[in-house]
């Protein structure tokens, strides 16, 4: 990848391909072990921060009810960490039906031990002359073998594993690593499953229950380094299992930045964004990941894939990207990408519109997108999830004497004086980034054209509260699992004339389903999160009580998947950017491509990796899926 006239570099010590084979060293290969049922936390890698197995986000942040039965956020990670939350108690159990005085003390429990591994004598003799860091414990097998559904999670809550999870852990450090790595599968016929931040949400990460030979996790996640940066061209070439977090942080003391900004930004990877086709809140200055992605190294099982030159664009038949992009860890590991990156922004400023309801407010982020006006993010929560933001006060906003003052004369003006009714009015999460001018100019036209669909300004602190919200649902939704509580979310894209109906139809369909089940009571709410000329991208959350149900997971899966019926039926797409994995690979044909274009799909998978050593399957199993 390095193509880049030297002189144009900043090139990192020791964290070039040539070189770095010489700062690898052999760790420990540890014998199968108990794993300590009450610990449940995973290292990671870069930052030396402990994240959960068995639940979303690090171990010293989660919600819990303090001896006054209030809700609190433990930490001090979040700009509301350590903080009380008055309200979200009351509100939960009114309107989402969350009793958080009923604990479910019954349904979870330790893990298993899970089967000893399936070694492969010959692979190990091999790659302990490769000097790898590697692992065969019990611990580590098992934070490898799954993602982060809510089906996930609840399986290891409730003591339990999937039939097949993988047998060692490898950390390669480098791009020749993985090459070694690769062909000592092949030779000895094992197989792979590339492992980036572990946020997936669509099964991917799952084993083939069917797979008996040696399946090798391969965590990326000691490829964590930028080998160089290029000012003049603005490019940087990174290692593709650093944590998106840490991207930036290492980018800031160089004035730099990528911007791209997925709601998992603590834990996913770059390379795992590529995987996926991945889009971040601030894609409306940054781009998706496939606008940032200039080259990147695909190791295959027959060789590396990659552009032969760093150009910004060029015309040289079908792109190797497009099939790289979204390539889900079937067809091989990527190891490195050079990247677009920016210059920091001079000012990032949050904001928020409240709107008489939610068509409104879907005007306003229509226009908005087309007068190619917008900023960094835009985001338009119904009315459920504003009501949901708005129970996310902490109490220091509640019972501060100049913000309760505020407060209440702000929701007299909205609801009094304007005539906006409470269980209808909606809002819009605004972050500009940019020089001052350019911020200034435009809110000037953002706000403009809110007050053309009736748009009131709702300020900085609610326009923040709505991003605190993106970063903890993970954090609630684990919460909830407390108190039989079962919420998940997934999204699409769909095109603008078809937003409204769909976002109705949906919710409606999801409350049809929910009935039909034995289930009185379903939390449903949706939000327009990334916005396009031609449409957008809508999520959708759902909850329900299954305290008393059979196999509510099953019912929970079964709603989503009468609801993602529906959006395929109102014109959507299967995923916006989460992707297809095993749980939507029955939407691949027709929804995503045709017969023929899925035909060639499973031509490139045959021609780069004939013997299925990346064994995951994931959207090559939608002719005959698991889910």
Same mark, same amino acid.
């Given at each position: 990848l390095q193509t880049i006239p030297t002189q144009q570099l900043i090139n990192f010590e020791n964290n070039n391909n040539n070189n770095n084979n010489n700062n690898l060293s052999f760790l420990n290969f540890e014998e199968t072990s108990n794993t300590t049922n009450n610990n449940l936390i995973e290292e990671q890698k870069d930052s030396k921060e402990e994240i959960k197995i068995d639940g979303w986000?690090?171990?010293?942040?989660?919600?819990?009810?303090?001896?006054?039965?209030?809700?609190?956020?433990?930490?001090? @990670?979040?700009?509301?960490?350590?903080?009380?939350?008055?309200?979200?108690?009351?509100?939960?159990?009114?309107?989402?039906?969350? @009793? %958080?005085?009923?604990?479910?003390?019954d349904s979870f429990k330790p893990l298993p031990t899970p089967p000893p591994p399936v070694i492969n004598q010959n692979f190990v003799d091999a790659i302990k002359n490769f000097e790898l860091r590697l692992s065969l414990n019990d611990k580590d097998r098992i934070a490898h073998s799954h993602g982060n559904t809510i089906g996930d999670i609840y399986l290891i809550r409730t003591g339990k594993i999937y039939p097949r999870i993988p047998d060692i852990v490898i950390w390669p450090q480098n791009h020749d690593a993985v090459v070694r790595i690769v062909a000592a599968a092949k030779e000895f016929k094992t197989a792979i499953i590339p492992f980036g931040g572990g946020t997936s949400v669509t099964h991917s990460l799952e084993a083939p229950e069917n797979e008996t030979r040696m399946i090798i996790s391969l965590d990326m996640r000691d490829m964590n380094k930028i080998l160089w940066i290029d000012h003049a061209n603005m490019l940087a070439c990174v290692q593709a299992g650093i944590i998106g977090k840490d991207l930036e942080t290492k980018l800031a003391p160089h004035g730099l930045c990528v911007g791209h900004e997925p709601d998992s930004i603590e834990f996913s990877t770059l390379g795992g964004w590529i995987a996926t086709r991945a889009s971040g809140m601030k894609k409306n200055i940054y781009g998706n990941i496939d606008d940032i992605v200039v080259n990147c190294r695909l190791v295959t099982a027959v060789g590396i894939v990659e552009k032969a030159c760093v150009v910004p664009r060029i015309s040289a038949g079908p792109d190797v990207h497009q099939f790289i992009l979204g390539s889900e860890g079937v067809l091989g590991v990527i190891t490195e990408s050079i990247i677009k990156v920016r210059?920091?922004?001079?000012?990032?400023? &949050?904001?928020?519109?409240?709107?008489?309801?939610?068509?409104?407010?879907?005007?306003?982020?229509?226009?908005v997108a087309l007068k190619r006006c917008a900023p960094a993010s835009i985001r338009l929560m119904d009315n459920l999830q504003f009501q949901f933001g708005q129970a996310l006060k902490p109490a220091s906003d509640i019972h501060g004497k100049w913000f309760g003052i505020i407060d209440a004369a702000k929701k007299f003006y909205v609801t009094k004086i304007r005539g906006f009714d409470p269980n209808e009015?909606? /809002?819009?999460?605004?972050?500009?980034?940019?020089?001052?001018?350019?911020?200034?100019?435009?809110?000037?036209?953002?706000? +403009?054209?809110?007050?053309?669909?009736?748009?009131?300004?709702?300020?900085?602190?609610?326009?923040? @509260?709505?991003?605190? =919200?993106?970063?903890?649902?993970?954090?609630?939704?684990?919460?909830?699992?407390?108190?039989?509580?079962? /919420?998940?979310?997934?999204?699409?894209?769909?095109?603008?004339?078809?937003?409204?109906?769909?976002?109705?139809?949906?919710?409606? @369909?999801?409350?049809?389903? /929910?009935?039909?089940k034995g289930i009185n009571h379903i939390w449903a709410t949706c939000?327009?999160?990334?916005? &396009?000329? +031609?449409? /957008?991208?809508?999520?959708? &959350?759902?909850?329900?009580?299954?305290?008393? =149900?059979?196999?509510g997971i099953?019912?929970?899966?079964?709603?989503?998947?009468? +609801?993602?019926e529906e959006v395929l039926a109102c014109g959507g797409s299967p995923s916006h950017h989460h992707g297809i994995g095993k749980l939507r690979a029955r939407? %691949?044909?027709?929804? +995503?491509?045709?017969?023929?274009?899925?035909?060639?799909?499973?031509?490139?998978?045959?021609?780069?990796?004939?013997?299925?050593?990346?064994c995951t399957g994931n959207f090559l199993q939608a002719e005959n899926p698991t889910y």
């Amino acid at each position: 990848l390095q193509t880049i006239p030297t002189q144009q570099l900043i090139n990192f010590e020791n964290n070039n391909n040539n070189n770095n084979n010489n700062n690898l060293s052999f760790l420990n290969f540890e014998e199968t072990s108990n794993t300590t049922n009450n610990n449940l936390i995973e290292e990671q890698k870069d930052s030396k921060e402990e994240i959960k197995i068995d639940g979303w986000g690090y171990t010293d942040s989660s919600f819990v009810v303090d001896p006054n039965g209030v809700v609190r956020l433990t930490g001090d @990670r979040y700009v509301f960490s350590g903080q009380t939350f008055p309200n979200l108690r009351p509100w939960t159990e009114k309107v989402m039906g969350l @009793r %958080m005085g009923d604990v479910d003390h019954d349904s979870f429990k330790p893990l298993p031990t899970p089967p000893p591994p399936v070694i492969n004598q010959n692979f190990v003799d091999a790659i302990k002359n490769f000097e790898l860091r590697l692992s065969l414990n019990d611990k580590d097998r098992i934070a490898h073998s799954h993602g982060n559904t809510i089906g996930d999670i609840y399986l290891i809550r409730t003591g339990k594993i999937y039939p097949r999870i993988p047998d060692i852990v490898i950390w390669p450090q480098n791009h020749d690593a993985v090459v070694r790595i690769v062909a000592a599968a092949k030779e000895f016929k094992t197989a792979i499953i590339p492992f980036g931040g572990g946020t997936s949400v669509t099964h991917s990460l799952e084993a083939p229950e069917n797979e008996t030979r040696m399946i090798i996790s391969l965590d990326m996640r000691d490829m964590n380094k930028i080998l160089w940066i290029d000012h003049a061209n603005m490019l940087a070439c990174v290692q593709a299992g650093i944590i998106g977090k840490d991207l930036e942080t290492k980018l800031a003391p160089h004035g730099l930045c990528v911007g791209h900004e997925p709601d998992s930004i603590e834990f996913s990877t770059l390379g795992g964004w590529i995987a996926t086709r991945a889009s971040g809140m601030k894609k409306n200055i940054y781009g998706n990941i496939d606008d940032i992605v200039v080259n990147c190294r695909l190791v295959t099982a027959v060789g590396i894939v990659e552009k032969a030159c760093v150009v910004p664009r060029i015309s040289a038949g079908p792109d190797v990207h497009q099939f790289i992009l979204g390539s889900e860890g079937v067809l091989g590991v990527i190891t490195e990408s050079i990247i677009k990156v920016r210059l920091l922004p001079e000012v990032k400023e &949050y904001d928020s519109v409240v709107f008489p309801n939610f068509e409104s407010g879907l005007g306003f982020v229509r226009e908005v997108a087309l007068k190619r006006c917008a900023p960094a993010s835009i985001r338009l929560m119904d009315n459920l999830q504003f009501q949901f933001g708005q129970a996310l006060k902490p109490a220091s906003d509640i019972h501060g004497k100049w913000f309760g003052i505020i407060d209440a004369a702000k929701k007299f003006y909205v609801t009094k004086i304007r005539g906006f009714d409470p269980n209808e009015l909606c /809002a819009v999460t605004l972050v500009f980034e940019g020089d001052h001018d350019q911020v200034q100019l435009q809110k000037q036209k953002v706000f +403009a054209i809110a007050s053309r669909h009736q748009g009131l300004r709702g300020g900085e602190e609610n326009g923040k @509260r709505g991003y605190f =919200l993106t970063y903890v649902i993970g954090y609630l939704r684990d919460f909830s699992i407390n108190f039989y509580y079962l /919420a998940e979310s997934f999204e699409t894209s769909c095109p603008w004339a078809n937003v409204s109906q769909l976002c109705t139809r949906v919710k409606d @369909r999801i409350h049809h389903s /929910a009935k039909t089940k034995g289930i009185n009571h379903i939390w449903a709410t949706c939000r327009v999160t990334q916005t &396009y000329d +031609a449409g /957008a991208c809508v999520y959708f &959350y759902f909850g329900f009580v299954h305290k008393g =149900l059979e196999n509510g997971i099953k019912k929970y899966e079964e709603i989503e998947t009468e +609801a993602r019926e529906e959006v395929l039926a109102c014109g959507g797409s299967p995923s916006h950017h989460h992707g297809i994995g095993k749980l939507r690979a029955r939407f %691949m044909l027709p929804y +995503a491509t045709s017969k023929t274009g899925f035909e060639t799909l499973k031509a490139i998978k045959n021609q780069l990796d004939p013997d299925n050593i990346f064994c995951t399957g994931n959207f090559l199993q939608a002719e005959n899926p698991t889910y």
